[in-house]
């Protein structure tokens, strides 16, 4: 019930014309990103976290998240109408909305994935606000260990994920780690790998690699691929509802695809992909006849799209309520956060539960938004597949530099920004995972500062670490998980999912 | 030749050499326990040697190689636009000021898909409409030349 009141209160902040409107534009860009090709949502998150340093923190995150399950939705429709996926966690929605498209059933599968979307993504809304505040509870119990601990498991969680690319997967990890390692000590102050630069005495921003590894190299890529490419004319979509038939099936899938999503969206290190091919797998298991999956089965749009807000949703719970963040994207917004000056973590309930509230609010707000865009508006969104990618290039390229260039007024990010396009660019050509990068330099801060503080209150013992029930029962879940990855990634076995890109 | 992950692996082993050896520089026990060295030294340690074990796996397996990797033709070109006019803007800007190295930028780029006066012409309204919105609106400091553009 303290809860249900906290809501209202947070519909109050959310509901202001202001907040409506910066939601609607995060919607809409996020819709814009998920549907154009070169960005994702990672990418686009990014792109225009710098424009919000003026707003504050409740609007910026509002139109923030926006972007961020905007992105989600307009995936879609590139998926199902010309088999692209705008991001990756739309992949498994191209084997099955795709044909549908070319038997003329486009709307159907549009229909079916904005309402499986927004089933999602209310489901976890709601496990958000049951689940959240009695996790965030709990967490207050955490100390520096159980911290240290817990991002151990994350860290795990996502390397172990990568199944075959399980050595790649650890040395970008690391790599992501090192990053985090410049500037200053969190202990002791001291300047570490800052070569005489006054501009790495800080470290590297988190916006200039989110936008060079995710942005710029996606970019590169396109541009040598398809700068001059004709865009695919979209079948014209009619008809957006399933028939009678497929509601059935539709519902059970969509079902199936919110429990998924929202299981894998509270274990930090997931990513939106593995819910996906889950919730695909299990839908092609469980129906009646497998062989209709791959030639236009409506459950094989309903579920992973269900799964992917589902899990948008659910991530956002060891966000709010540990400071952890699940996926690239999630940790741009975590990166959002803490320039906006908040602490990610169980405290922020509590000191800043307005804030909490507004941005959750908020988000039944955009839900609604998106499936009205998305019902209705479907042909609308379909033409700007069209836009040509000569045009979109240049235009991302100057709006990244100076999205880079906003966040201090200095050139030396946007100079970073590019050496971390060029570095992502070759590691995505050799299929290096960048999504542990990512991760492991927001991580890798949270983890070196919990272990110090937690090895200075042990005076340099780790003995202690596995003396704490908490501690020590997730660094033997972690050691499990690496464990069983090593095992399968021998054997060749695990799901090759990178993160999302 | 040798397979782009040798290279790869060779950047990520020189990346934690560089930081091995500077954490080595700095104290691993502080007054109050830990010091600045502990997690570099551990973290660019172990990505030595997993960086090497990756080293020895691509020399084994043939992997993708450089000529597979880099675009030919068109792809190339388009590459270096890219990567060229950018570089071309954070070399000049500091002397020409945002508006001119950001049309120059734009117009290599435009000029890839369209004639070069529709080129300019986009060059010209973009960077018009994003320095009104940046310096203007949102109140950023832009990099100008004497004339205040």
Redesign the interface.
Do not use: H, W
């Given at each position: 019930m303290e809860s249900l009141g906290y809501l209202l209160q947070g519909f109050e902040t959310a509901g202001t014309w202001a907040n409506l409107l910066l939601c609607l534009i995060g919607v809409t860009f996020g819709m814009c990103v998920g549907v154009l090709p070169g960005l994702g949502p990672t990418a686009g998150t990014a792109l225009l976290l710098p424009?919000t340093f003026?707003l504050p923190p409740v609007s910026a995150v509002i139109m923030l998240s926006g972007i961020y399950y905007g992105a989600m939705y307009g995936g879609t429709i590139t998926s199902v109408l010309i088999n692209t996926p705008g991001e990756s966690a739309s992949l498994m929605t191209c084997m099955d909305g795709y044909p549908m498209a070319r038997q003329g059933r486009a709307g159907s599968a549009l229909g079916i994935a904005a309402i499986g979307s927004f089933i999602g993504g209310i489901l976890a809304l709601l496990v958000l606000i049951l689940v959240g505040p009695i996790v965030a509870k709990q967490a207050l119990k955490f100390g520096p260990p159980e911290y240290f601990a817990l991002v151990v498991v994350g860290l795990s969680l996502l390397i172990g994920l990568m199944g075959k690319s399980l050595?790649?997967g650890?040395?970008a990890a690391?790599?992501g780690?090192?990053l985090a390692?410049i500037g200053m000590?969190p202990?002791?102050g001291?300047i570490?790998?800052a070569f005489g630069m006054e501009e790495l005495e800080d470290g590297f921003e988190f916006v200039s690699i989110a936008m060079g590894l995710f942005g710029l190299s996606e970019?590169?890529i396109t541009?040598?691929?398809n700068?001059?490419a004709q865009a695919q004319k979209p079948p014209k979509i009619q008809n957006m509802l399933p028939r009678r038939e497929e509601w059935g099936p539709s519902i059970k899938a969509i079902l199936r695809g919110s429990g998924i999503g929202m299981i894998l969206g509270l274990v930090p290190g997931t990513n939106s992909v593995i819910p996906t091919i889950l919730s695909y797998t299990i839908e092609k298991k469980v129906a009646k006849d497998p062989s209709r999956f791959g030639k236009g089965a409506i459950e094989g749009v309903a579920g992973p799209e269900t799964a992917n807000n589902a899990y948008a949703g659910a991530a956002l719970i060891p966000l709010f309520t540990l400071g952890i963040p699940s996926s690239p994207s999630i940790a741009i917004l975590l990166g959002a956060f803490i320039m906006h000056g908040l602490t990610p973590g169980p405290t922020l309930l509590q000191k800043n539960p307005e804030f909490v509230w507004g941005v959750i609010a908020s988000m039944f707000i955009g839900n609604l938004i998106l499936l009205i865009m998305n019902l209705p508006l479907a042909n609308v969104w379909a033409r700007i597949t069209m836009v040509?990618f000569?045009?979109l290039?240049?235009?991302v390229?100057?709006?990244m530099?100076?999205g880079a260039?906003?966040i201090n007024?200095s050139?030396f990010d946007?100079?970073a920004m590019?050496a971390f396009g060029?570095l992502g660019y070759?590691?995505k050509?050799?299929a290096?995972p960048l999504g542990p990068v990512l991760l492991a330099f927001v991580l890798g801060k949270i983890m070196?500062t919990s272990?110090?503080k937690s090895?200075?209150i042990f005076?340099?013992s780790f003995i202690p670490f596995f003396q704490r029930p908490i501690s020590a029962t997730l660094l033997v879940v972690a050691f499990a998980i690496i464990s069983i990855s090593l095992y399968f990634a021998y054997k060749e076995k695990g799901i090759d999912a990178d993160t999302e890109i | 030749m040798k397979s782009?992950?040798v290279y790869?692996?060779g950047f990520?082993i020189l990346?934690?050499g560089v930081?091995f050896w500077?954490?080595a520089l700095?104290p691993y026990?502080?007054q109050?326990?830990?010091?600045?060295g502990?997690?570099?030294i551990w973290?660019?340690g172990?990505?030595i040697i997993?960086?090497a074990?990756?080293l020895v796996?691509a020399f084994k397996n043939k992997?993708?190689q450089f000529a597979d990797?880099i675009?030919q033709g068109?792809?190339?070109i388009?590459?270096l636009?890219?990567?060229g006019?950018?570089?071309l803007?954070?070399l000049i800007?500091?002397y020409v000021g945002f508006t001119i190295s950001?049309i120059l930028?734009?117009f290599i780029?435009?000029s890839?898909?369209?004639k070069w006066y529709w080129g300019l012409g986009?060059?010209i309204a973009?960077?018009a409409i994003?320095f009104f919105v940046?310096s203007s609106i949102?109140?950023?400091?832009?990099?100008v030349n004497e004339f205040g553009w």
């Open positions: 424009l003026g050595l790649r650890l040395i690391l790599f780690f090192a390692l000590d202990l002791t001291t570490r790998f970019i590169f541009a040598e691929e700068l001059n040509p000569k045009i290039l240049p235009n390229l100057i709006i530099i100076l260039y906003s007024n050139m946007v100079g590019l060029i070759f590691m050509k050799v290096f070196e272990l110090l090895l200075t005076s340099g | 782009i992950e790869v692996s990520f990346v934690g930081i500077q954490a700095l026990n502080s109050y326990g830990p010091g600045p502990l997690m570099p973290v660019s172990l990505m997993l960086s074990v990756n796996i992997g993708t990797l675009p068109t792809g190339l388009n590459l636009a890219c990567v006019s950018f570089a803007f954070m800007v500091k950001s930028m734009l780029l435009f890839r898909g369209y986009m060059s973009v960077t994003l940046f949102l109140g950023v400091p832009l990099p």
